[in-house]
């Protein structure tokens, strides 16, 4: 088989992203410039570049203390966000979210201080060139764009830094991708088995990885809703196609295409975050939980991922890996 052939996940998904960008849809939704968060404590995740740092550059721009745990860059993010908001609170933590005792190590510091977030982002994610497992004896991409995220809110959550009792609620935003509409069924007995694959195969995996997240998304999302409004708001989203590097690791035949297709039509990391920055603050969202947003529309997420029972036996299954980390060497 040809190499363009074998690499049709990719080249699928970046075409994809390039045509629902120039698809024309009439107005979308988005933050009025007046809306400020003066006073609230923002925690982006995978900010050191990409789409987070430009999501954490909004979010200081509009007033927001920020915290950003990174696992690289931290000066050049500091510098990036004071560049836009020169007045901005601003503090890099450490924090590899392919980890898990990284993890456990950033909420403790958080948890030791009383820190009480009003906004969890979890933006950070991965693609690979191909399979890798972590010493934790997962998928990368599993771990890093799913399983981190499951670790990190279930123990914000738990230690109270993300409060179940602000009012309006306090928000957490997850970064997924529709690449999860073309995944295969979660299979709950296999979810969290390493495989073996190639680059041709990356995206597909990516998706199942998106795929996880999303279901476990929904989940929580009716987890925390109550009678009176959720307790923690939940909101997704797609970013649609980003100029940014999460295509670092592609082969280096396939790297000079795909860094001109980014340059050309692919979302500037600015606008890309417009969507992700909505739903952390847009106040008519206040008492609303569980949107998803495509780029900046609303729409349903796959029917798998919207699926309780599927939700219900991820929440066991993943909630269980996590605990275990938590009293774990
Ligand atoms: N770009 C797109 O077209 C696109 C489309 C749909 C969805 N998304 C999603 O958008 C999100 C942001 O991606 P991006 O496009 O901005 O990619 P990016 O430029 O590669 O940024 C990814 C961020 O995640 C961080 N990260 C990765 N692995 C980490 C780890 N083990 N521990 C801590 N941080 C880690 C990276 O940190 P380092 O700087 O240390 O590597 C970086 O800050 C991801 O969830 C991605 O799946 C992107």
Known sequence: MSQPTRHGGAVRATLAGIVDRFTPRGPGVRLDPTVRLDGQTALVTGASRGLGLAIAQGLAHRGARLILPCRSGHAEAEAAVLAVAPEAQVELLDVDLASPASV????????????????????????????????????????????????????????????????????????????????????????????????????????????????????????????????VAVHHLCPGAVASSIAREAPGWVKPLLDLLMRTFFASPAKASLPALYLAAEPTLDGRTGVYLHLDRARDVAATASDPEVGATLWDAAGARVLAWRSGP
């Not at 456990?104 to 982002?121: I, Q, W």
């Not at 993300?162 to 529709?178: C, K, M, N, T, Y």
């Not at 995996?205 to 109550?226: I, M, N, P, T």
Request: proline share 8%; net charge negative.
């Open 104 to 231: 456990e190590a950033l909420c403790d510091t958080l948890r030791d201080r009383g820190e009480r977030l009003d906004l969890l982002v979890c933006n950070a994610g991965v693609v690979p060139a191909r399979a890798r497992t972590t010493p934790a004896g997962l998928d990368l991409m599993v771990h890093v764009n799913f399983l981190a995220n499951v670790q990190l809110v279930r123990r914000l959550l738990d230690d109270g830094t993300l409060p179940r009792d602000r009012q309006p609620p306090a928000r957490i935003v997850l970064v997924g991708s529709e690449a999860h509409r073309s995944a295969p069924p979660i299979d709950p007995d296999r979810w969290d088995r390493a495989e073996d694959y190639g680059t041709a195969a990356v995206i597909d995996h990516y998706g199942r990885s998106k795929l996880l997240l999303h279901a476990w998304v929904c989940e929580l999302a009716r987890r925390l809703d109550g009678p009176d409004g959720p307790q």
